[in-house]
């Protein structure tokens, strides 16, 4: 669940429908809480629009799935100089970067969760797998900081689980960046990687 990435958050809020469910999600939570790695992975590109509608910056990468195979992700708003270098790994349950605070919003304050197939070669937007089944895929929560997931437990049994379309206070941020860039050179050096070299070079 996304609520294991965040472990300070307050609230889940689903939103962009889709045929088979929500498929993007903001985890609500205070500026620069951490946001965990939910798998292994690389990033492949970063950007810091940082603007009234797209605070912070975002980073696209693929995730690999404990089966192999690698599944593509955009993760926004994040504090700048927090997150990984393009091109770097991570192994599961490294800190991705810090929430960046909404000036315009201070309540909405939030990072930004989305998915394409596995398998697939573009980056989101627009994503296309429900984030719900995204998110299933990644498997158990981070284990790498044991404190960290007991808090996201404990906090996960008074999470409030909201859908856009029932929120009263849901603020919709700026449209991110839809890339025509094919990201396949890169998706396939990332998957022939030993497994080993996520854990080298994250430390």
């Known amino acids: 669940m996304a609520i294991h990435t965040v472990p300070a958050a307050t609230s889940v809020v689903r939103h962009n429908p889709g045929p088979e469910g929500p498929q993007a999600v903001d985890v ?37 799935l404990p089966n192999g195979t690698f599944m593509p992700f955009v993760l926004a708003h994040l504090q700048p100089g927090t997150f990984p270098a393009e091109g770097a790994f991570f192994q ?10 909404w000036e315009q919003h201070p309540a909405s304050t939030h990072v930004h969760w989305a998915f394409r197939r596995p398998g697939e070669t573009l980056m989101p937007p627009p994503a ?9 895929l990644c498997g158990p929560a981070p ?12 906090d996960d049994e008074n999470l409030e689980r909201i859908n856009a379309e029932d929120s009263e206070d849901h603020v919709e941020h700026g449209e ?22 996520f854990e080298e070079e994250a430390r």
Request: hydrophobic share 45%; glycine share 8%.
């Open 128 to 136: 296309n797998i429900p984030i719900d089944r995204a998110f299933e």
């Open 92 to 101: 599961k349950g490294a800190i991705l970067g810090r929430v960046a605070f």
């Open 143 to 154: 284990m790498t900081f044991a404190i960290a997931l007991e808090v996201s437990e404990m």
């Open 28 to 64: 609500r939570a205070p500026r620069g809480s951490r946001v965990l790695a939910p798998l292994p992975g690389r990033v492949s590109l970063a950007s810091c629009p940082d603007t009234p509608l797209l605070p912070g910056c975002q980073i696209r990468g693929f995730l690999r």
């Open 176 to 197: 991110i960046e839809v890339l025509d860039e094919d990201f396949a050179d890169d998706a396939k050096s990332f998957e022939n990687a030993p497994i080993g070299l």
